[in-house]
């Protein structure tokens, strides 16, 4: 079971009706006219791929390697987990004052996006210091990008992340998950993400070379920053390989 974090009677009326709000505003939420302008001037690289692929050690490896790429962080208001770090999750207490402070933020097009979580009700969201290079990866799940492609940045190559079999195998049994349930949702999630990869012929697929990170990240490096928008690559062959072992573990 999924705990909501708290439960939302813990604000105040006032709060409440606020977050009512916006949450109704959630699917037709646009950031007011300064935000809009100021994105575009920054690429967005979502990075889609199956948990487990290696999307965070690439990441580390183009920003290490990159100065002007970084990475998106998020503010949310679930609880905070071990692996969180400040360059990928930023908590926001769940306090009459921080949760109006974000719904504030949000009602005056402030936020570049958010999102509720529909099982626990926390928020997601993101505002422009949450994009601090002029490339900024994001590890993103393939249904995101719909809304992310509605937001006026100056460029998003979108980039699927793929790896061999065995080496899947073997990174997805080093994680570890709240329970059984947990494990067999992100093998369909996994799968879902290959699916898309070999159904969007315009999204790059690359491989994630064991051992050799900087592989791929001179692949979305050169994706990211070529003047025009080049034909992507696409491994699919080793997604598709990738997908069938998915689907039978």
């Given at each position: 079971m999924i705990e909501l974090n708290p439960p939302l009677e813990s604000v105040s009326e006032i709060v409440?009706?606020?977050?009512?709000?916006?949450?109704?505003?959630?699917?037709?939420?646009?950031?007011?006219?300064?935000?809009?302008?100021?994105?575009?001037?920054?690429?967005?690289?979502?990075?889609?791929?199956?948990?487990?692929?290696?999307?965070?050690?690439?990441?580390?490896?183009?920003?290490?390697?990159?100065?002007?790429?970084?990475?998106?962080?998020?503010?949310?208001?679930?609880?905070?987990?071990?692996?969180?770090?400040?360059?990928?999750?930023?908590?926001?207490?769940?306090?009459?004052r921080a949760v109006q402070d974000m719904c504030d933020t949000i009602e005056?097009?402030?936020?570049?996006?958010?999102?509720?979580?529909?099982?626990?009700?926390?928020?997601?969201?993101?505002?422009?210091?949450?994009?601090?290079g002029t490339y900024n990866l994001l590890p993103a799940l393939s249904g995101s990008i719909p809304g992310l492609e509605r937001l006026p940045f100056q460029?998003?190559?979108?980039?699927?992340?793929?790896?061999?079999?065995?080496?899947?195998?073997?990174?997805?049994?080093?994680?570890?998950?709240?329970?059984?349930?947990?494990?067999?949702?992100?093998?369909?999630?996994?799968?879902?993400?290959l699916q898309w990869l070999i159904d969007n012929p315009q999204v790059a697929i690359i491989a994630n070379i064991p051992g050799k990170p900087e592989h791929a990240a001179r692949a979305i490096h050169a994706l990211a920053t070529a003047p025009v928008s080049p034909t992507p690559p696409r491994d699919e062959a080793l997604a598709r390989t990738l997908y069938q072992h998915v689907l039978n573990s």
């Open positions: 409440q009706e606020q977050l009512d709000l916006v949450r109704k505003l959630e699917k037709t939420y646009e950031p007011n006219d300064d935000i809009k302008r100021r994105l575009a001037h920054k690429v967005l690289i979502p990075i889609v791929g199956p948990c487990a692929v290696g999307k965070s050690y690439v990441i580390e490896t183009l920003i290490a390697n990159y100065p002007d790429f970084a990475q998106v962080y998020s503010l949310s208001t679930r609880k905070p987990r071990p692996d969180d770090t400040p360059a990928t999750m930023r908590n926001i207490p769940w306090t009459n005056v097009g402030e936020a570049v996006q958010y999102v509720f979580h529909p099982k626990t009700d926390d928020i997601y969201a993101t505002t422009l210091d949450c994009y601090p460029a998003m190559p979108i980039t699927g992340l793929v790896t061999t079999p065995e080496a899947w195998t073997e990174w997805f049994d080093r994680r570890v998950f709240s329970s059984p349930a947990d494990r067999t949702a992100r093998i369909g999630e996994a799968a879902s993400s």
